[in-house]
Each structure stands twice: as structure tokens, then as C-alpha cells.
């Protein structure tokens, strides 16, 4: 298990921005380097789904709803992974956590919510 620590998250308008930071504590460098990390999101009522993901090796994926809004970025020095979010729309509100996919671990979340 790894511990993921999120911050970041607030209220904020339409058109906005907002960069969410997760954390690997506990994990020195060379492993972090390895890790597959994730955002994933949980809106109101819905499932949690991905928004985006990064490989070891740097490849990002992204949700369609993210794609040229979101940028998830990860600085091993750091051991933290980043998403950065622009344009956001009310549509955007929810808990985002933080994920590493080999071993399943998740973060506590962080609240982001979107003016209506």
C-alpha cells in the first residue's frame, strides 16, 4: 500500500482553475518513478471514474470530459502527481482522489466544487 495525501481542491466559478497535488509519502524516489497514478472522480449520486491517468514511462490518457481542460503531470523529485484543471464547469464538481494502480491504493479525496 502506498499513502496518497491529496490537496488542492476548493470552490471556485465557471472558467476557472484549480491544481490538485497528491502526494506519495512513505515512498522514496526510484519507486515513485515507477508508479501508474491516477485521478479519479465521484460526483453526487454517480460512480467514480477515471479523469486521468500517467505511466511510469510518462504516457497520460485522458477522460473525452477532460481532454484540453485537464493536464496530469508528475514530478518524481516530488514523489507527486498533479492535475491541473482549467475551463471548469459546474459539471466538474466532485470528490477527486487520487490513485496508484498497481497497487490500488487511494487517497482521502478533496472536495472541488463549481459555482452554478
Known amino acids: 500500500q502506498v499513502q496518497l495525501v491529496e490537496s488542492g481542491g476548493g470552490l471556485v466559478r465557471p472558467g476557472g482553475s484549480l491544481r490538485l497535488s497528491c502526494v506519495a509519502s512513505?515512498?522514496?524516489?526510484?519507486?515513485?518513478?515507477?508508479?501508474?497514478m491516477a485521478w479519479y472522480r465521484q460526483a453526487p449520486g454517480k460512480e467514480r471514474e477515471l479523469v486521468a491517468d500517467i505511466t511510469g514511462g510518462g504516457i497520460r490518457n485522458y477522460a473525452e470530459s477532460a481532454k484540453g481542460r485537464f493536464t496530469i503531470s508528475k514530478d518524481n523529485s516530488k514523489k507527486t502527481v498533479y492535475l491541473q484543471m482549467n475551463s471548469l464547469k459546474p459539471e466538474d464538481t466532485a470528490i477527486y482522489y487520487c490513485?496508484?494502480?498497481?497497487?490500488?491504493?487511494w487517497g482521502q479525496g478533496t472536495q472541488v466544487t463549481i459555482l452554478s
Open positions: 512513505r515512498k522514496i524516489t526510484s519507486v515513485f518513478i515507477t508508479y501508474h
Open positions: 490513485n496508484e494502480r498497481t497497487t490500488g491504493s
